[in-house]
């Protein structure tokens, strides 16, 4: 089978590396991946190293991957007519990744939609495209959404876990927005602690002020965060890396915290760096529900999982003592491989397409 992803991809942020395994998995099954798009790689675009066609007519189905957006890059009308007009509706399938496909909600300054009228687009949009609406979380709020949680774990990912070298404590790999209330939460825990912790950075857009398209986007409030929170605690601020550098980049430090935006948290949404993380030479550090965590990485997760009582003698123990978790990733690592591979989501979504 050939399917086709029309996703808005980014060289630092979103579902980039995802694709590419998706893409791997399906050579190895005996299908191919392709997205929807003009650049080809050390051509047109080298720094998105994706598989692009144009070629929409031997595509046996398409995945839309809306997360931030609904539009397509590039076009829109017109790439739009020639998808739905060469693939059948059957056929089509929508990745609502960020949740949208829902009534406008809030959650701790968090919220999917600005408007009731975004809301009512995006819901319209899709449903002219699709009657296959997924969300990647087990429990959708919508009755007619299945649970598809398309974000994956590549086992070639993964990265010896030796904590000798490593140049941070703590490191987090990913942009600030939404994301200050649980990065926060995280930081409360190792304040008490700092003087006995080494380097400690956040890498990505956002932390020490808006980035420059927040702006122009009207978004800045989104990344909102306390500068001098962060100048106090001396945690140092890196520039975003692309998507292909990720687990590489999260391999420099002992512990990676894994955030979920509140909105995420609420629904229960999966993202990719709930997976990635796992496969870097590190110890995850899991922020969010307890029994969220338990529903993905199993028994072994909840022992990673950063409490509300006695954080900062937990968030210090996994600093100074990280051998003591290294089975727990190993048993989390075994767990992924089985349950949430690229291999079993890739069948899973030829099952829904072929439903």
């Known amino acids: 089978m050939r399917l086709m992803f029309v996703y808005w991809a980014f060289e630092d942020q979103g579902s980039g590396l995802v694709i590419q395994g998706y893409t791997e998995a399906a050579r190895a099954l005996g299908h191919e991946v392709a997205v929807y798009g003009r650049w080809r790689f050390g051509k047109d675009n080298p720094k998105i190293p994706l598989n692009y066609s144009l070629d929409v007519g031997s595509a046996d189905a398409v995945l839309f991957v809306f997360e931030w957006t609904t539009g397509l890059r590039p076009g829109d009308h017109l790439d739009l007519v020639r998808l739905v007009g060469q693939v059948p509706r059957c056929r089509r399938v929508i990745l609502d990744g960020d949740g949208n496909y829902n009534d406008p909600f809030t959650e701790g300054g968090d919220y999917n939609h600005r408007n009731p009228e975004s809301a009512s687009r995006w819901t319209e949009v899709c449903d002219s495209l699709a009657d296959k609406i997924c969300q990647p979380t087990l429990h959708p709020r919508r009755p007619r959404v299945r649970p598809f949680l398309f974000y994956a774990y590549n086992p070639a990912w993964e990265q010896p876990l030796d904590f000798a070298t490593k140049e941070f404590d703590l490191l987090y790999v990913g942009h ?71 687990i590489d980049r999260m391999n420099r430090a002992k512990v990676n915290p894994v955030l979920l935006r509140p909105t995420f948290e609420r629904m229960r949404l999966v993202n990719p760096r709930m997976f990635e993380t796992a496969a870097a030479g590190t110890i995850p550090l899991f922020g969010f529900d307890r029994e969220h965590v338990r529903a993905i990485y199993g028994e072994a997760g909840v022992e990673l999982w950063l409490p509300d009582e006695n954080a900062p003698e937990k968030v210090l123990e996994m600093l100074t003592r990280p051998e003591r978790y290294r089975e727990a990733v190993t048993e989390i690592r075994q767990h992924l491989a089985e349950k949430h591979s690229h291999a079993a989501r890739l069948r899973e979504l030829i099952e829904i397409v072929e439903s």
């Open 176 to 246: 600030s927005k939404f994301r200050w209330r649980p990065m926060h939460r995280v930081l409360k825990a190792l304040e008490p602690v700092r003087a006995r912790v080494g380097r400690v950075g956040l890498v990505g857009h956002g932390w020490g002020a808006p980035p420059p398209w927040a702006g122009e986007m009207k978004i800045e409030h989104t990344y909102s965060t306390d500068a001098d929170y962060l100048k106090r605690l001396r945690v140092e601020l890196l520039p975003a890396v692309p998507f292909t550098q990720v």
